[in-house]
């Protein structure tokens, strides 16, 4: 890891290449790439037979080194004076002399990296004599390091050998020195206060969100370093093509490239599904120095993390830039320069993530709007991720600001299995463990339904462990059972290591987290003041036998044992997570018989879960009643979620799932792609009993039918499928071939895809897909997600079939010269700007398409 601020020197790598390509011998016209090791004393142009450089040379190319690092200072900022500067050019070019004298290989130099490549130069030249004092000692040492940089990845350019030797080094080589010119581009001149107080802000940042707490860990290991704990996950956009022919799961982007190719981004995913920690990820990531990462659209930026429940309180104004930092209890808020953050933002630099629009009430959310489309305006060019649960707020909310939508999506089979083995190491149980679970999700649709994002797969993970492999098999036994496990077990380590409060049975928790948890549900709110928790625990304190323990004490050991609760500022008090507060909220309501308050919600999306984990709570003829109102409500949405609602109920009516059914059979088959979703979400075996046939329906009908049974997922809906297979209309095809990472995938290659035309697209992004696809013959139309290696592109995809090729970039190393391994190839589509230079590598013949990922990608045709 390099730290990109210690390697730049303020010196771009277009002043820099020439005069490192200088200190090496040319090769003659011909001569190619290198296809072996070679010493690099060997290399150099001023020694030996071959010499067309003098010593003399290396002290002028040294020297201008300095003199161009220098005049990047500005006036007044020069490090060292005019003879102190001569020093660090003569110790500069004797070290640089000393590549031909080291006995490494270009090879070896490569995988030592810059930073270890420039100690092994300086190793036999003491600065000593030289007589550097603190700044010329920090100049030469830098100016050393962006020698290195650049020496290393020209030794990767000339030799074939190098590059697929060390390729992750060569990769990062080539990524260090993009992310150096970024760097220097995007950091603006500085004053000494705003640089060092950027620089604490920096270590606030990494240190305030650089773990995560996850689920089911045991108490000393709940804090998940946030760059073992980071899942990638997949953003999609949210509705079909203008023309209908593709669906909101085409054009998928790595969930952390959401700001790489659109500005001002706004992120739907549901309660769980990573979007906070998507947050937390791209905040550490950008006050990172370190930028091995390769997303310069993040390099030099300053991240502002604005929790909406934190910055809007009743009554007060939502903050100005400059409040910014107080109004989430920053510690170092006191120390900003004047002005700061203001010159942040207009020097383009800012990160601001606004998370959980939701989490507001429904009569702040247009204020909130306001305060969005003033800030873009005033501070135009800055990056912006807001997110939101996906019906908190209408389609196209922040359109008009220049927002672009996507929606988070669900995890998916590789996605389930990689957090799963990562839970088990960070919890120190035996792999194989892990490995029994995965099994079990994978061969129980209740578990697979259940298993789509980090919390639900946090929860199995620890009740998987804790009930030896006994798992709760649906929603509401989950959080019972997480609920029960969470209390119950920090209670027995409170035991251990001693407690002198209040102790709390576990129905006392539950009593009174419930009445805390409704409370900010009827009031549309995230979070309380401390003082609204504790009137509230006061009014239950008299029904409660606690041997007249007073209200402070009760509030603080609910919120030391429970474990659910936590303060996330001053007097300011919340849920760990949303989905805790909506259960517990549930139960209250159902004990409450509040269920006309309910149903009088139903069209409010925060409210949804809570229906649900009220009807799964409810005696029958309380949930057959909340049924009835929601099926007669008159709107889809209170029909839809009845027929959701019809999973979670224990026992219900012949008349009222008959009046649910009909209500559901009014939006199926579905009218568009939104609808379908919508329509999937009401259970496996309730939908596709409705949904009809291939033969029932034309053939956009038909794409919309095939969409709604992919988004059902189950074992069931792929038997459905099936059906489909053989219908002749390219987008049904098309839908069919998109659906096949819903799924198990080798089971629908064999069901579905190896019955359909091999010119419909499919996504990859292992190289298990690969093998997938070459086990059925190959396959002409192929888009890749996500890093890569040509090598498993080029050995796995049968060359003879391959005739249309997306990838989200051109290899970083390799480019694409390697694309003229397919002969039958006819079109390339690249979903970021690449290079003029890069794309020319394309062998003749190939039509090359370049769609940023913020629009809409056209079809592999």
Same mark, same amino acid.
């Given at each position: ?5 210690? /390697?730049?020197? @303020? ?9 490192? *390509? @200088? ?30 450089? &003098? ?44 590549? !031909? ?30 007589? /550097?004092?603190?700044?010329? &000692?920090?100049? %030469? ?8 940089? #650049? ?12 590059? $697929? *030797? ?8 080539? *990524? ?24 604490? =802000? ?27 704990? =980071? ?10 093509? $203008? ?15 959401? /700001? ?49 429940? *934190? ?22 808020? !006191? ?24 989490? +507001? ?63 088990? @190491? ?57 609920? &029960? ?97 909506? %259960?517990? !909220? ?24 809570? +229906? ?35 999973? =979670? ?85 098309? #839908? ?18 190896? #019955? ?20 059925? !013959? ?6 890749? #997600? ?10 796995? +995809? ?33 979903? &970021? ?29």
């Amino acid at each position: 890891m390099v730290d990109v601020t210690a /390697l730049g020197a @303020r010196v771009a790598s277009s002043a820099v290449t020439p005069l490192v *390509r @200088r200190l090496f011998v040319r090769d003659g016209p011909g001569a190619g790439l290198v296809d072996r090791p070679v010493r690099i004393s060997a290399l150099v142009s001023f020694r030996g037979e071959k010499r067309t450089v &003098t010593p003399k040379d290396v002290e002028k190319i040294a020297g201008e080194l300095v003199r161009r690092a220098l005049s990047a200072a500005g006036p007044g900022e020069e490090p060292v004076d005019a003879a102190e500067a001569a020093a660090v050019k003569d110790a500069l070019a004797r070290t640089l002399a000393r590549l !031909g004298e080291i006995t490494v290989e270009d090879y070896e130099a490569v995988g030592l990296g810059p930073e270890r490549f420039a100690r092994e130069l300086s190793a036999g030249v003491p600065l000593a004599p030289y007589g /550097l004092g603190e700044g010329g &000692t920090l100049l %030469y040492e830098r100016l050393l390091r962006t020698a290195s940089l #650049h020496i290393l990845n020209f030794l990767t350019q000339r030799s074939t050998y190098v590059a $697929r *030797r060390q390729t992750d080094q060569t990769q990062q080589l080539a *990524r260090l020195v993009r992310a150096v010119d970024v760097l220097l581009e995007r950091l603006p001149s500085q004053s000494a206060e705003d640089a060092g107080f950027e620089e604490r =802000y920096a270590d606030h940042i990494a240190a305030r969100y650089g773990s995560l707490t996850i689920y089911g860990l045991d108490a000393g290991t709940r804090e998940w370093p946030l760059d073992t704990a =980071y899942l990638s996950l997949e953003a999609t956009r949210p509705r079909a093509g $203008r023309d209908g022919r593709r669906g909101p799961e085409y054009g998928a982007v790595a969930a952390e490239q959401v /700001l790489a190719g659109h500005d001002q981004v706004f992120l739907r995913g549901v309660a769980g599904s990573g979007k906070t920690t998507l947050v937390q990820w791209l905040a550490v990531t950008a006050a990172s120095r370190v930028y091995d990462h390769g997303l310069s659209h993040l390099i030099g930026r300053v991240p502002f993390v604005l929790p909406m429940r *934190r910055i809007v309180r009743p009554g007060a104004e939502l903050p100005f830039p400059g409040d910014f930092l107080r109004a989430v209890g920053c510690p170092v808020a !006191g120390e900003q320069p004047p002005g700061w953050v203001e010159r942040v933002l207009r020097a383009r630099r800012g990160v601001l993530l606004v998370d959980g629009i939701d989490e +507001i009430a429904g009569d702040r959310r247009a204020a909130a709007r306001r305060w969005l489309r003033e800030l873009v305006r005033a501070f135009p060019g800055n990056l912006w991720l807001v997110t939101s649960r996906p019906s908190a707020v209408p389609e196209e909310w922040l359109a008009a600001e220049g927002f672009g939508e996507l929606v988070l999506a669900p995890m998916g089979r590789e996605g389930v299995a990689t957090f799963v083995r990562r839970w088990h @190491r960070a919890a120190g149980v035996d792999p194989s463990v892990g490995e029994s679970l995965l099994t079990s999700v994978r061969a129980t649709s209740e578990l697979n339904g259940l298993a789509t994002n980090p919390l639900m797969c946090g929860m199995l993970c620890a009740l998987h462990r804790d009930r030896r492999g006994f798992l709760p098999q649906d929603r509401k036994s989950l959080y019972e059972a997480a609920l &029960t496990m969470l209390l119950e077990r920090r209670d027995r380590e409170r035991e251990l290591h001693g407690f002198d409060g209040v102790r709390l049975p576990y129905a006392t928790q539950v009593q009174l987290l419930q009445k805390l948890a409704w409370w900010l549900i009827r009031n549309s709110r995230a979070e309380m003041d401390r003082d609204e928790a504790l009137a509230i625990v006061g009014r239950a304190l008299p029904a409660l036998s606690l041997d007249g323990a007073g209200e402070e004490e009760v509030y603080r050991a609910l919120l030391l044992r429970s474990g659910l609760l936590r303060e996330p500022a001053e007097d300011r008090v919340d849920f760990l997570h949303r989905t805790f507060q909506d %259960y517990l !909220g549930a139960r209250l309501a159902v004990q409450e018989m509040d269920f006309d308050l309910l149903v009088n919600h139903a069209d409010t999306d925060e409210w949804e879960d809570v +229906i649900l984990l009220a009807l799964a709570h409810a005696r029958p003829r309380e949930a057959g009643y909340i049924l009835r109102r929601l099926a007669d409500s008159g709107h889809a949405r209170g029909t839809l979620l009845a027929a959701a609602g019809l999973r =979670y109920v224990a026992e219900v009516g012949p008349e009222v799932r008959s009046r649910v059914e009909d209500g559901l059979r009014t939006h199926i088959p579905p009218v568009d792609f939104d609808a379908a979703r919508e329509v999937a979400r009401a259970g496996s075996d309730l939908v596709l009993g409705l949904l009809p046939g291939p033969d029932d329906v034309d053939h956009q009908t038909a794409a919309r039918v095939v969409f709604t049974a992919a988004c059902v997922g189950s074992e069931a809906a792929l038997l459905f499928l099936r059906r489909f297979r053989e219908h002749p209309d390219s987008e049904v095809q098309q #839908h069919l071939a998109s659906a096949w990472h819903l799924f198990d995938q080798v089971q629908y290659a064999r069901e579905i895809l190896t #019955h359909l035309p091999r010119q419909r697209a499919v996504d990859v992004s292992t190289a298990d897909d690969l093998r997938t696809l070459r086990a059925l !013959g190959g396959w002409e139309q192929i888009l890749v #997600h996500g890093a890569y290696r040509v090598d498993d592109l080029t050995e796995l +995809i049968v060359a003879e079939r391959l005739t249309d090729l997306a990838l989200e970039a051109a290899h970083p190393v390799e480019g694409l010269a390697w694309l003229s391994a397919f002969p039958r190839l006819r079109s390339l589509t690249l979903l &970021t700007d690449t290079d003029a230079a890069v794309t020319r590598q394309v062998p003749d013949g190939v039509e090359v398409r370049i769609v940023p990922i913020d629009l809409p990608s056209p079809p592999l045709e």
